[in-house]
């Protein structure tokens, strides 16, 4: 029997213990085991009934995922879970932690289930564009029923003990010493002589099926045009269920799993899963000592700076809130108060936690107040010269050792430190709107960041529940430089012939929620005039300019603000084309001799990723950004690139480097500089390599 699964006996029990940290994964060893000990457990006569536990605090939490896309040696979970439900003594699963995707599989095989309270069940696999392979799509809709059973399998949502109770997929809650709990059941089952319950035999989620079918029709047509193809098969798998016998649905269950385990989909998601994770992975964390930060200070009161505020008290910090006059500190106190009666109004939380959070939040306009504070948050408006008097006054005030941290989209921060007596304690965080619920955070490090001051930001993230990613200084960091190029690339060809609309609607056919002019409007066209002005003088005359949003501006044309920019937003049924825009970009062409042309709606697709991977491949280069897949995180999480294409580095690895790099030259005659692909591409071409292989 592998080391991972252990086993002994104690009055007829048969105790079968995982033990595989940090999550007890389902990977290969761990099967076999488990197999191994079923097949020892079915043939002993002194074993009169089993419990299925796990050590580390959990059972297990799902696949071991770095089997996926590979093949998988015998046992696969299907035949594990077969082997438990056919045990001719009663298990039962003892629950703690998370039981998710196999893991839950694994406990429904069980005839039996006890879960610890506050334990989470759920098959989250369809976020892994797969679906669950170890029988769970036969065995909960005979418990629960279809529209529940697709409800848990399609959104991918845990749910704890309690509510797996009340839906019928576990027998019981406990509150405490689950472990002997089972036992005892164990033995009362041997006492009286309680027979296995396979959960393959139970069909009260059956029963009904005019209802089943009438669900599979519901749940068919609302994931219809879904990109990612496990989705439409779950609910086929489910439908399985009802009609055909328990082994042949396993077997088509099977087979639908392994249909989207190595597609694209599948691929860029386990990708994405994984970026994730990697990217908490950051040089300065290897013999950092973190910095105490109990107590936080935000400094500035408007939208971003009561964002990041909401974000600090939900944490449970208590937050010291600056703005330069009541008035301001009012309006900003204000919105952190709506936001949480709103989330009480709304159910999502209760009015106990709101008081609670709110009673942690002091306002004031004395910036003397952040003088015992361990970390003040500037937030204040995008202007380096508005942000260098904060941060001498910050100076002045702060305690030793007590980190400054810059929320800023896109200046220099070394500049910024470089203006004050402690560079090494500044840093950049680089919140997204809205700040307490966007979970992106890039941690921009400077050259004399303090490596404890960057473990520290990244501990902290994990706390405010974000997910941090290492940035080097550079006019906006990787994600706006990343936006500017994927933007400019959309001017070009706006001026070149299409539509605002069209390339909206192009992106969001790749899988974007909103296109870019959509994007302006809503975030505001004068944020990237204003950057465009500070970065005038630095602007080689030899590059193409799109003048067509500083034409826009000057019209006081600033998006949704302003009820117009590239739509209209004050019509009623929603925004529509400006009229007045398409005529400023018809002049813009007409006083540069351009004659305009077509773009298909994959020619627009093409441009704009082409850009947004050249572009990242020159952030690599630079060392701007660790890793490719950190690159990929930033745009996943902070700018909407659909989570099934894996990001702008993924993308350009599933088209083909060498078919993103033609491209690259194929446009390189229209804007030389900006089309040049980086140097990476031919390096990685020439060696057969992909960014993934970089990570």
């Not at 509150?175 to 393959?200: C, F, W, Y």
């Not at 990217?279 to 105490?292: D, M, N, Y």
Request: net charge neutral.
């Amino acid at each position: 029997m592998a080391d991972q699964v252990q086993m002994k006996i104690e009055d007829g029990v048969a105790i079968v213990s995982i033990n595989n940290p940090p999550v007890n994964a389902l990977g290969h060893a761990v099967r076999q085991g488990l197999f191994e000990a079923f097949e020892a457990v079915c043939k002993d006569d002194l074993v009169r009934a089993v419990v299925l536990r796990a050590e580390n605090g959990t059972f297990p939490a799902g696949a071991d995922v770095r089997e996926f896309g590979r093949p998988r040696a015998a046992p696969i979970l299907s035949d594990v879970c077969n082997l438990i439900e056919t045990c001719p003594k009663p298990v039962i699963a003892a629950v703690q932690g998370n039981a998710l995707g196999g893991g839950f599989e694994l406990a429904l095989a069980c005839h039996y289930r006890l879960a610890a309270q506050g334990s989470k069940l759920g098959l989250p696999e369809v976020n892994l564009g797969v679906l669950p392979g170890g029988g769970g799509t036969q065995r909960v809709p005979r418990m629960i029923g279809a529209d529940a059973a697709l409800n848990l399998m399609v959104t991918g949502k845990a749910v704890l003990a309690d509510k797996a109770a009340a839906m019928g997929l576990v027998d019981k809650v406990i509150e405490r010493n689950l472990d002997q709990a089972a036992v005892g059941s164990a033995r009362n089952m041997i006492k009286h002589g309680t027979k296995p319950r396979p959960t393959r035999d139970r069909h009260a989620g059956l029963d009904d099926p005019m209802a089943y079918m009438k669900a599979i029709k519901a749940w068919r047509a609302r994931v219809s045009g879904n990109p990612v193809p496990s989705v439409s098969l779950i609910v086929d798998c489910v439908e399985a269920a009802l009609l055909l016998p328990f082994e042949n649905g396993v077997a088509f269950e099977r087979r639908c799993f392994d249909d989207c385990e190595p597609g694209p989909e599948a691929t860029a998601l386990r990708h994405a899963f994984f970026a994730e994770r990697r990217a908490a992975k950051v040089p300065e964390l290897e013999g950092a000592q973190l910095r105490k930060v109990d107590t936080i200070g935000v400094v500035g009161a408007g939208t971003m700076g009561t964002g990041i505020a909401i974000s600090c008290l939900d944490a449970g910090f208590p937050v010291t809130l600056v703005e330069r006059d009541d008035e301001g500190l009012i309006r900003g106190t204000d919105r952190i108060v709506a936001n949480y009666e709103k989330s009480v109004a709304k159910g999502r939380i209760t009015s106990a936690i709101s008081e609670d959070r709110l009673a942690r939040l002091r306002g004031t306009t004395d910036m003397s107040e952040l003088g015992q504070v361990d970390l003040v948050i500037e937030a204040v408006f995008e202007d380096e010269d508005v942000k260098r008097e904060v941060f001498a006054q910050l100076d002045a005030v702060m305690k030793p050792g007590a980190i400054l941290a810059t929320n800023t989209s896109y200046l220099d921060i070394d500049a910024l430190a470089a203006t004050i007596t402690r560079p090494q304690d500044v840093v950049g965080y680089h919140f997204f709107s809205p700040a307490h619920i966007m979970r992106l955070l890039e941690v921009v490090v400077g050259a004399k960041t303090d490596s404890d001051v960057v473990a520290t930001g990244f501990a902290l993230a994990k706390k405010l529940h974000k997910v941090p990613v290492r940035a080097g200084v550079a006019d906006g960091f990787i994600g706006n430089r990343i936006l500017a190029a994927y933007r400019l690339a959309a001017d070009f060809m706006l001026e070149d012939g299409a539509r605002p609309a069209q390339i909206d609607a192009a992106m969001r056919a790749y899988g974007f929620p909103i296109g870019p002019y959509q994007v302006l409007d809503m975030a505001g066209l004068d944020i990237s005039w204003a950057r465009r002005k500070r970065l005038a003088a630095t602007r080689d005359p030899q590059d193409r300019y799109v003048a067509i949003g500083d034409r826009m501006c000057e019209q006081g044309w600033f998006g949704q603000k302003a009820g117009r920019g590239y739509y209209i937003h004050d019509q009623d049924g929603g925004p529509i084309e400006n009229p007045g825009a398409l005529a400023i970009i018809d002049a813009e062409r007409r006083a540069k001799g351009i004659t305009p042309r077509d773009f298909g709606t994959e020619e627009i697709q093409q441009r704009c990723l082409n850009a947004m991977a050249n572009e990242g491949a020159r952030l690599l280069e630079e060392g701007i950004a660790l890793r490719p897949s950190d690159i990929d995180v930033v745009l996943l999480f902070g700018y909407g690139f659909p989570r099934h294409r894996g990001g702008p580095m993924m993308s350009a690895d599933q088209r083909g480097l060498l078919v993103v790099q033609n491209a690259l030259k194929a446009c390189q005659s229209e804007e030389p500089k900006f089309w040049a692909p980086s140097a990476l591409f031919d390096r990685l071409i020439k060696n057969g390599r992909h960014f993934s292989d970089m990570n």
